[in-house]
């Protein structure tokens, strides 16, 4: 075998890479922020607050980025 590296990483593991950077009060405003942010190379996810069975458009989303990579979020906010 491959000496035990598996292609995805467990949840507790990503939840070390990712960070809480701003949240959005609803899906619309949280895809936009998504793409301006993809749209400047940063990679970021969006996870609906609360129970993920109630992924609806007026849910509020956290906006995540890379840990350690918040200060280039920053410079791309403050560019708008």
């Avoid at 598996?6 to 593991?13: G, K, L, M, R, W």
């Avoid at 607050?49 to 989303?61: A, C, K, N, R, S």
Wanted: proline share 9%.
């Amino acid at each position: 075998g491959k000496g035990g590296y598996f292609p995805s990483q467990p949840d507790e593991a990503l939840a070390d890479m990712w960070v809480d950077y701003m949240k959005a009060p609803n899906l619309i405003i949280a895809e936009m922020w998504k793409e301006l942010l993809e749209g400047e190379g940063l990679p970021d996810r969006l996870l609906p607050e609360g129970d993920i069975l109630d992924w609806g458009e007026q849910v509020p989303f956290r906006i995540m980025v890379p840990r350690g990579r918040e200060h280039v979020a920053d410079e791309i906010i403050r560019k708008l």
